[in-house]
């Protein structure tokens, strides 16, 4: 979360007022501090005027975007629409526009060269600039140099016709290390865009850029230990996967393409890709719903966003049988961190288990130490639905819990502009509430949550509120603190509860953006 100063910014004798080299300060305009520009670039605007996409770019483009309202500037060889930045910049804007259309990289490095700029202009991305058709002759041996590297292998990309452009990957090598490297060429790459299972010698690399999934396979041509690293560079969307040698040999290529190897394609065109995990616990949390504890394989990389889902497999009288589940985290007071090494390996759920259902009791049966398959992540829920929200809604009736844990979670502890999140939780008696005690003590905690339960057979003792979701339960709990301000309702349950909530909604008049109902 932004620390935010309670003092003037900046302070009075700030690098950002006087700079080392007694360089002249422009004095800027009321609201363009470096703080302003920060929260500029934290609210999810556009500020490349790209949608997030990258581009290459040719020198030809390059010499176009040359005017205040429309300057690109290339720095080390990744260009920036510099024109949002214009006024927040300490040097002012001739400074700036002496590189306009230009590689400004010299005259970036005699002023700023201590400015960390990828992450301040992180935000104006446009992309790399294009490389020229020919290269120079030593370029080969210069990289070889520069990084120690051995043979790469080139690709060539599968272009998609429509949707982001295609990735593509490369690799290197040290003594004791081979570094995989895929170019997403896409912002917003997180942790969980990328999904690696090594088994074997096989080893899988799935990348998901909006809806659709670029995967590295390939048979590796040598052993490697089981443990490796996943990193990830944002600002230029960038994947390492880093894998140690069990020999220090030096490997004259990756391995041999497997299976749609270097494909890019729509995510709904592609299998669900299934690995073994491990039950590791089961807790009872109700009556008939317990927390299930499943430990990932070994060499295995595996996040699921939050909001998404993932399938079940289990063998039921010989044949594979598949569900939805929506993994949660361990308990509502388990805190989002960054994901550090090694890999978060358990993946939670929350199950009702139906005594007369088909999948539910036989995963009920599983003993400690069995195996359930589980899915790649699935689903439609977009984490910027949560960027710069004042109020979130969430409606939720008995399992339809489980998609807000991680939204209610993840809100509260990444979204600085949140004002209000509220449950409402629809369930038949007291005895089915989830994690009763966790929602009172976080809302005790957190003056920001509140929960509501709604019961729909209560005994006679209860005295909260009773029923169904109706017009009247949501008009009176769905209150927005402006016409203008930001606000999310998600909605799950059982599919009529959903449909009938939606259809309530927009009679309230809240607009399609506002709503997100978790289906399958
Ligand atoms: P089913 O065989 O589907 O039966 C469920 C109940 O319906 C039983 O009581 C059964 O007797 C009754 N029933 C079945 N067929 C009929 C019929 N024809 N007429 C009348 N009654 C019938 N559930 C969770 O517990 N946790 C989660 O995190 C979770 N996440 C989900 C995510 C998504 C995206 C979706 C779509 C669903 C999710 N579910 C979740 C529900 C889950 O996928 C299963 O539907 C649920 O576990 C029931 O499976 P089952 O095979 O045991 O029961
Ligand atoms: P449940 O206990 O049967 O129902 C929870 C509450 O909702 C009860 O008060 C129930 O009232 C009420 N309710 C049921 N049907 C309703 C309707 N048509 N209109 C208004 N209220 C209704 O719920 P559950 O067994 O836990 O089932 C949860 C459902 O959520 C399942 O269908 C599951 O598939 C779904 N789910 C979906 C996702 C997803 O991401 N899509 C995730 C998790 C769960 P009464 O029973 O007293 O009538």
């Known amino acids: 979360m932004l620390n935010v100063p309670s003092q003037s910014f900046p302070g009075p004798s700030s690098q950002q007022r006087v700079a080392s080299g007694g360089r002249s300060k422009v004095p800027l305009k009321q609201g363009r501090s470096l703080m302003d520009w920060i929260r500029l670039t934290k609210s999810g605007k556009d500020l490349t005027g790209l949608k997030g996409r990258l581009i290459e770019v040719t020198e030809e483009e390059l010499k176009k975007h040359n005017k205040k309202d429309d300057c690109w500037i290339c720095i080390r060889g990744f260009v920036y629409n510099v024109s949002p930045y214009m006024e927040y910049h300490p040097g002012g804007e001739d400074e700036l526009m002496r590189a306009a259309g230009s590689d400004g990289t010299d005259l970036f490095d005699q002023v700023h060269r201590w400015v960390n700029y990828e992450s301040m202009l992180k935000e104006c991305l446009v992309g790399r600039m294009a490389m020229k058709p020919a290269f120079p002759k030593d370029y080969h041996e210069e990289k070889k140099v520069l990084n120690g590297m051995l043979p790469q292998s080139q690709v060539t990309d599968t272009l998609a016709k429509e949707g982001p452009s295609s990735p593509s990957y490369d690799w290197f090598q040290t003594d004791s290390l081979v570094t995989i490297v895929i170019y997403t060429k896409q912002k917003d790459i997180n942790l969980d865009s990328v999904i690696v299972d090594h088994r074997d010698d096989s080893f899988r690399a799935e990348t998901v850029i909006k809806d659709y999934s670029y995967l590295v396979h390939v048979a590796l041509s040598h052993e490697i230990q089981e443990d490796f690293s996943v990193l990830v560079v944002e600002n230029v969307g960038k994947i390492e996967i880093v894998l140690k040698k069990k020999e220090n040999t030096s490997w004259k290529c990756l391995g041999h393409p497997q299976e749609n190897h270097n494909s890019f394609i729509p995510k709904k065109d592609t299998g669900l890709f299934y690995r073994k995990c491990q039950l590791v616990s089961k807790e009872d949390v109700t009556h008939d719903t317990k927390l299930f504890c499943l430990m990932l394989p070994p060499s295995t990389h595996l996040e699921v966003p939050v909001g998404q889902h993932v399938y079940l497999r289990l063998p039921i009288t010989g044949t594979e049988i598949v569900k939805p589940y929506t993994p949660v985290c361990d308990s509502l007071f388990s805190e989002f961190k960054e994901p550090v090494l090694p890999n978060n390996i358990y993946i939670y759920f929350l199950i009702k288990i139906y005594p007369a259902g088909f999948f539910t009791p036989e995963l009920d049966q599983l003993q400690i130490g069995d ?49 209000k999140v509220k449950l409402m939780f629809f369930n038949k008696t007291e005895d089915d509430i989830i994690w009763r005690s966790q929602l009172e003590k976080l809302a005790f905690k957190d003056k920001r949550f ?29 209150k927005r603190r402006s016409d203008t301000s930001k606000v999310l309702i998600c909605l799950c349950g059982p599919t009529p509860f959903t449909e009938q909530g939606m259809k309530m909604l927009h009679d309230l008049n809240f607009s399609k953006d506002e709503i997100h109902s978790f289906t399958a």
Request: glycine content about 6%.
């Open 371 to 419: 195996y359930v398959s589980v899915s790649n992540p699935e689903g439609n829920f977009i984490i910027s639905q949560l960027q710069e929200l004042e109020d979130l809604f969430l409606l939720a009736a008995g399992t339809g819990f489980t998609p807000m844990v991680k939204v209610l979670n993840y809100a509260l502890t990444n979204i600085p502009s949140l004002r």
């Open 450 to 478: 509140e929960v509501e339960f709604v019961l729909s057979a209560p005994t006679s003792e209860w005295s909260g509120k009773q029923g169904y979701i109706s017009p009247a339960l949501l008009s009176e709990f769905l």
